[in-house]
């Protein structure tokens, strides 16, 4: 799977922005797709993920009641709608995808997962 990440930006705080994240090459079926940023000099940390069988999903607390995501069969797409963003949000946004057979247990554990986009960044201004 090849995994294409877009939507990212330069916003003012308390604004929103869609990520979208695409695969080729097969579909996401089958596999648990997850988000993860990395801030400048910090470590890559878990964001969000959904299961692409029934749309169960799973956030961190930091963006749980402001981030959502959902998932488009026909265009094999995750969006990770990102609302009331803060200046902490900024980081390079990176999607992910794991086989859900995996388990639901290693969703936040970014070595667990299979196949990387190439990310993209989101800056929040104050």
């Known amino acids: 799977v090849q995994l294409q990440a877009s939507g990212g930006g330069t916003v003012q705080a308390g604004a929103s922005l869609r990520l979208s994240c695409a695969a080729s090459g097969r579909t996401f079926s089958g596999h648990t797709v997850g988000w993860f940023r990395q801030a400048p000099g910090k470590e890559r940390d878990f964001v969000a993920a959904i299961r692409w069988r029934d749309e169960l999903t799973y956030y961190a607390d930091s963006v749980k009641g402001r981030f959502t995501l959902s998932r488009d069969n026909a265009r094999n797409s995750v969006y990770l709608q990102m609302n009331s963003l803060k200046p902490e949000d900024t980081a390079v946004y990176y999607c992910?995808?794991?086989?859900?057979?995996?388990?639901?247990?290693?969703?936040?554990?970014?070595?667990?997962?299979?196949?990387w986009g190439q990310g993209t960044e989101v800056t929040v201004s104050s």
């Open positions: 992910g995808a794991i086989e859900s057979r995996a388990g639901w247990s290693v969703i936040t554990y970014q070595n667990r997962y299979n196949y």
